[in-house]
């Protein structure tokens, strides 16, 4: 099976920093796509930023410029620095990623998710 395990989040002040990291486990020939998505009480779970094996970096409008993601192959990580924290990014964040496995591609996996907190 292939696991998520996240880190990284809490409780910050607005214009602060945080680093979320999420390691991929498991039976993993291949990562096709890694992203990070986010989650209110009430609100559909929303892209945050993603990346394509092939096709670049996508970036939710909102977190344009504050928020990079970035991924290291050899650890089967995927990160989100996430500077100039504002109120509003306040939600559960989850890591996703689109692998192939020993036995066949599977195209969701998700993290448990972390909450990030951004006081003003």
Not at 41 to 68: C, H, M
Not at 89 to 103: G, I, L, R
Request: neutral net charge.
């Amino acid at each position: 099976q292939v696991q998520l395990v996240e880190s990284g989040g809490g409780l910050v002040q607005a214009g602060e920093s945080l680093r979320l990291s999420c390691a991929a486990s498991g039976s993993i020939v291949s990562v096709n796509a890694m992203g990070w998505y986010r989650q209110t009480p009430g609100k559909q779970r929303e892209l945050v930023a993603r990346i394509i094996n092939g096709d670049g970096t996508t970036y939710a409008d909102s977190v344009k410029g504050r928020f990079t993601i970035s991924g290291d192959n050899a650890k089967n990580t995927v990160y989100l620095q996430m500077n100039s924290l504002k109120p509003d990014d306040t939600a559960v964040y989850y890591c996703s990623v689109d692998v192939s496995t020993t036995w066949g591609r599977v195209p969701i996996v998700w993290g448990q998710g972390t909450q990030v907190t951004v006081s003003s």
